[in-house]
């Protein structure tokens, strides 16, 4: 089982930038778990952002955000971050970090195994 902790989330004005961050703890190689980034906005269901293979070599973003969000890794440090630009109201939403015993990229909740406590973003108009 993967720990993990996200942080970084706050208040940004529309067209804004904000880097959330998921910090990991866990008994294996962090490089060996691909980490996925979900948020939920009230009265919406869970919705897929972007996720990140183990290695760092393969990722994939939502269509909303794609050009806007970039994942990364630095298993050195066992973080994942989310570097969100031009941010809109759109995007606000509690955002959390999920983790998957596989190296290998998922696009579903139910894929990952392993979540963090999330944290809030908002965006304002």
């Known amino acids: 089982q993967v720990q993990l902790v996200e942080s970084g989330g706050g208040l940004v004005q529309a067209g804004g930038s904000l880097t959330v961050s998921c910090a990991a703890s866990?008994?294996?190689?962090?490089?060996?778990?691909?980490v996925g980034w979900f948020r939920q906005a009230p009265g919406k269901e869970r919705e897929f952002v972007a996720v990140?293979?183990?290695?760092?070599?393969?990722?994939v973003h939502a269509d909303s955000v794609k050009g806007r969000f970039t994942i990364s890794r630095d298993n050195a440090k066992n973080t994942v971050f989310l570097q969100m630009n031009s941010l809109k109201p759109e995007d606000t939403a509690v955002y959390y970090c999920a983790a998957r015993r596989f190296q290998m990229v998922a696009t579903t909740p139910s894929a990952f195994g392993s979540w963090g406590q999330g944290t809030q973003v908002t965006v304002s108009s």
């Open positions: 990140i293979s183990g290695s760092g070599g393969s990722t």
């Open positions: 866990s008994g294996r190689p962090f490089s060996t778990s691909a």
